[in-house]
């Protein structure tokens, strides 16, 4: 069903409910997977260079269409060769279509069956996102796997303004597909459709019947509760079926949710929280998360995670990041979003290697029990 | 003269007027000079961490007495483990005496003979500064290098004022003697006495008359002309003499300031100038200064400087900076910072160099033709 020269997947069912181990091979490389993708909003994961994403394990980042669109925009990365040199990654990229940031504008933009006016955040400026324009932008851009432009709206909407939206989608979603450029870039599709289970199938036929390399769930991890986006996936999974293609759960990225997703088939997730929640001074661990702006952390001398061989817990103590959080220092967001990136990043390492070997269960049940104050949060 | 267990100085003088070229030896390693001592006001060097500072080749850095006694305190620090372990730069550290910080506060302080009360620039607190304390924080921190403390004044102000303020820290010089700790940590004595060749020569007899390890010269560039510091530099390396002992420049470092200083005998230097301006985007080159914001720059594929092996010259293009400042990008202040220290230690080096073959004279021909519109600037 792939339409991309280079562009493939393969993967083992496991023991593990839906759980899939398997490997998506790019033209920048190859991805282990369930895997998380760090966020290079503006074509760069923040505070961190290639070479950090490296050590901390990457395998394959995202970048923002809506973001690089309006700075350096489109043209220019292109012109400068694409985004993998523009900012030095030569691994896998994926880019969104710049529909859910279009969506975010609320009273800043107009939606039309043809596609988006928004107003930048930037400077005021008028720009437009269509279908076809996405694909353009996100072609300039390179990545190696382009999203199909969508409409995201709030699952609590009336059901009439859900399901329009999620039929201009599907809508939007042939055109994307119209529109690719050709060549290695794969395109995925977008279910959406709120928390109704009958949406949700109607966008799983209208979606995955099309000829996408992948399919992602849009829509989740926007407000609704952690028992309705585990529904929802449940639901997104019967409908799926063994359809093969890699499964992308979009902007989700809190530990327990990795677990809860997995399990239903789900083999790629992209979020921000790590890196945001980082720079606030909130680290991850095994024993759950730490806020390194506590009083208690500035006398600690022991690393943040003993165990962790991260370039912030190999050379530095709580005490030291807890002074560098404390004076605002610069160099306190690159040490804790490096520690976040390698253990979320570990973390996946790890659940692969659990579906691989049986230790999973217990990982799930350790790390859910220590994030457990987290997934009652809004996060 | 030492007093210091460990501490250790040798040179051997050059065919470049009073230039020379020699070593330090501390409890935590060598300095070859002359070099330039990047500056860690709070524990770090402002974006960096140890391991960027010894791929740029620093040999030597600076800790602030001021700001590290406020926050997070000199007695954390001790039980952490003094300065080096906290911050995990296991080189050199040279701590300043907390002097030129708290005369910086300006209406916020109250100068008498004994030391100095003033307010804190982050809450609000009133606090004491004395030969003695000073002595006692920077025993604390454990540095290599130990500071007197010292009153340092505009040197536009009336004769009388400078001299009072002399006077007051050639006494200061001497309680600081008295109160060093002992052991391995050196101490230098600071000269001052503004541009008045009279004072100068006054505050050598007075300062170099006594057992430190090092002289400083203090009071320079705060406001003076160029002309004024080669000048003051020439006085005071006359009273000097034949004395062997170290020599550093405080909070001089912009490229031309370099020569002019070497060749009177300065064989150290610290400034938060290279780190300061490349956070706003200016970094320099053999060619001079760039400012990466400039409109020109983000089309411009080539690195900062080909020539330059720092990790922003090896993988990343000035258009790829000249985006990452204006999308205020954390990684930003941290690649231009990391290329800045660089090229700042390189020309230190070749200037070692030049030193012993001969390339000295064409070295600062080429950098203080390259940077004559910085010399001419307040920086």
């Keep these: 069903m792939s339409t991309s020269a280079t562009f493939a997947h393969s993967f083992v069912p496991t023991s593990i409910g839906r759980a899939r181990r398997g490997r998506i091979v790019t033209p920048h490389g190859e991805i282990e997977t369930p895997e998380f993708m760090p966020v290079g909003t503006q074509a760069t994961v923040k505070s961190l260079t290639p070479g950090d994403l490296r050590q901390a394990g990457a395998q394959m980042i995202l970048g923002n269409t809506y973001h690089l669109n309006l700075r350096p925009t489109a043209e220019r990365i292109a012109r400068l060769g694409g985004l993998h040199r523009f900012m030095a990654w030569d691994g896998p990229i994926l880019t969104d279509s710049g529909g859910f940031q279009v969506f975010s504008l609320a009273d800043r933009r107009q939606v039309d069956d043809d596609g988006v006016t928004f107003v930048s955040h930037l400077d005021g400026s008028t720009h437009r996102l269509t279908p076809e324009r996405s694909m353009e932008i996100q072609s300039l851009l390179g990545s190696d796997v382009a999203m199909a432009f969508d409409q995201l709206v709030d699952p609590a909407l009336p059901r009439a303004d859900v399901a329009d939206a999620m039929r201009r989608t599907h809508r939007w979603a042939a055109r994307s597909l119209a529109a690719r450029g050709g060549g290695d870039q794969a395109l995925f599709g977008i279910i959406q ?162 579906l691989e070997d049986g230790s999973y269960s217990q990982l799930r049940d350790q790390i859910s029990a220590a994030f457990r104050r987290l997934r009652s949060e809004a996060v």
Tied chains: 1, 2.
């Design 193 to 354: 459709g709120g928390i109704d289970p009958t949406l949700r199938r109607e966008s799983v036929d209208a979606v995955a019947g099309q000829a996408f390399d992948g399919i992602a769930v849009g829509g989740l991890s926007v407000g609704e509760s952690k028992k309705e986006m585990a529904g929802t996936l449940d639901v997104v999974a019967d409908a799926l079926g063994d359809d093969p293609r890699p499964r992308y759960l979009m902007g989700v990225g809190s530990p327990p949710d990795f677990f809860t997703a997995v399990e239903r088939g789900i083999d790629l997730f992209d979020c921000v929280l790590p890196t945001r929640v980082a720079r606030t001074g909130q680290v991850w661990t095994d024993a759950g998360r730490m806020n390194l702006r506590n009083a208690a952390f500035q006398d600690d001398a022991t690393p943040i995670d003993p165990s962790c061989a991260c370039e912030a817990c190999r050379n530095h103590s709580r005490a030291y990041l807890a002074h560098l959080f404390r004076a605002s220092e610069l160099l306190a967001y690159r040490l804790a979003t490096i520690h976040n990136v390698t253990w979320t990043l570990g973390l996946l390492h790890r659940l692969r290697i659990g």
